[in-house]
């Protein structure tokens, strides 16, 4: 079974720039979270998709960042117009859809993002 | 809030045990530990519940106190693929295991 992936695995841009991140999750996973981690520092979530419908984006640093995810399958993070503070490695996770609500998230590799 | 997690780093030989704790100011439902090796994805590692319960993954186990409100985790007989960041992550309200919230991480190195 294919784990989760995430496109691209670095990215190097300019403050001001658009970038747009993807990850495609475990299939059949209905939960779909992304997590940051910026300097090194903790993992911090920024947002939890339950198949295509936002169900928390308490996460999101501001209006920068939009997050979709069409059909409940695939979900791209857009952050427009990028700047430096958005430096760091940027996780998707998915889970399956639990009614005890213990689920297991399985992080993909992430994406590197670099601002200059 | 952030659990903490302890000790920050700690190097050891290869065979040497080693133990990484995991405390919160809130009530706990459950813990989730990860491995990070670097530029990898975090590998889940267990998920242990309310209840006190240890569970196991090869070599390394892990126990769960609710009342105390901290989770440790147990490396026994290090191998050196244990070296890598361990985090734990406590679940969001009510036990569910929406979003994690991480501790820093406990960068473990074990050395031949």
Redesign the interface.
């Known amino acids: 079974e294919a784990g989760v992936t995430q496109f691209p695995s670095h990215s190097v841009i300019e403050k001001g720039q658009t970038v747009t991140l993807r990850c495609d999750p475990i299939s059949g996973h209905d939960n779909l979270y992304w997590y940051r981690r910026v300097m090194g520092k903790e993992i911090k979530f920024l947002l939890h998709f339950v198949k295509e419908s936002k169900q928390d984006e308490s996460g999101m640093p501001n209006n920068r960042f939009l997050a979709e995810r069409t059909g409940g399958t695939y979900s791209t993070l857009k952050v427009q117009p990028a700047e430096l503070e958005d430096s760091g490695v940027y996780f998707c996770a998915s889970s399956q859809l639990s009614l005890r609500g213990i689920d297991t998230q399985y992080f993909g590799p992430g994406t590197r993002l670099t601002v200059l | 809030q952030?659990p903490v997690q302890s000790p920050q780093a700690v190097i050891l030989r290869e065979g040497e045990d080693a133990v990484i704790n995991c405390s919160s100011s809130k009530a706990l439902y459950?813990v989730?530990w990860?491995r990070q090796k670097h530029?990898?994805?975090?590998?889940?590692l267990m998920?242990l519940?309310k209840g006190g319960e240890q569970k196991g993954h090869e070599k390394i186990s892990a126990s769960f106190n609710e009342k105390k409100q901290q989770s440790s985790l147990y490396l026994t007989a290090s191998q050196l693929s244990y070296s890598g960041t361990y985090?734990c992550?406590t679940p969001?309200v009510?036990?569910?295991?929406?979003?994690?919230?991480?501790?820093?991480?406990t960068q473990l190195t074990v050395l031949p």
């Open positions: 952030q459950s989730h990860y530029g990898e994805a975090p590998v889940f998920i519940l985090f992550g969001g009510s036990g569910s295991a929406r979003q994690l919230t991480f501790g820093s991480g």
